[in-house]
């Protein structure tokens, strides 16, 4: 019996030694997939962050230089006016990301006549990138026309200064790499208040075309 039991002993010992270094073979091979797992994914990991950081980055520096924010003003003229010496410019600032305000002038004075205007403008923007796109304008300001304002068999010579308030349809392009060209176009009409002398219309349409900057 002591021989028997000895002999079980030593089995179960040498089982047991079996199934312990069973369990640290699965435990290190565990071990080893993870590690080895781990090692795998850890440059996809890397990538994953770096590409995110990076998007981030590219994101933030595309908001920094939006035209909408880089470009807040706009000086520009009529230079095919000014070939038949009618001038005319305006410079404009943008108060938010749909508004502006602007102020507009216009010189013609052939040698009998003279026509002057000066305009405030305050323009909307439906697409919120002002001063950039389509615009609607509101304008007030005061004309003034002095000359032969009417001539057929004789001519009416007169001045008269009267307040205009007008409506406009506008549209803005800002050219180039850094969007510093602007090529601006539309149309409208203003109506004139006041007395008035013979000759002097009460309404007036209004073309816009325009070339300057934008900074």
């Known amino acids: 019996p002591t021989v028997a039991c000895y002999i079980r002993a030593t089995d179960y010992d040498r089982n047991t030694s ?33 590409s995110s950081s990076t998007l ?35 410079y404009e600032h943008a108060l938010s990301r749909s508004a502006s305000v602007g102020l507009a002038g216009t010189y013609y004075a052939p040698s009998d006549f003279k026509y002057v205007t000066s305009e405030v403008k305050l323009r909307y923007y439906p697409s919120e990138h002002a001063p950039e796109g389509f615009s609607v ?4 300001g ?9 001539c057929f068999d004789v ?17 803005n392009w800002l050219l180039g790499p850094s969007r510093r060209f602007v090529v601006g176009t539309g ?9 008035k002398t013979s000759g002097s219309a009460d309404g007036l349409p209004t073309v816009r075309l325009v070339l300057g900057v934008a900074f």
């Open 56 to 90: 981030h980055a590219q994101a933030a520096s595309g908001a920094a230089v939006a035209p909408d924010t880089a470009r807040r003003n706009l000086a520009v003229i009529n230079p095919f006016g000014a070939i038949f010496s009618f001038f005319s410019g305006e």
């Open 155 to 171: 001519c009416d010579t007169g001045t008269t200064n009267r307040p205009t308030a007008g409506f406009e349809l506008d549209y």
């Open 18 to 50: 079996a199934r312990m270094r069973s369990l640290m073979m699965h435990s290190s091979s565990g071990r080893y997939m993870r590690t080895k797992l781990c090692t795998r994914l850890a440059p996809v990991i890397a990538l994953v962050v770096i």
């Open 137 to 140: 304008a509101l304008s007030a």
């Open 187 to 195: 149309f409208g009409a203003k109506r004139l208040f006041g007395s």
């Open 142 to 150: 005061m004309t003034h026309v002095s000359g032969d304002l009417l």
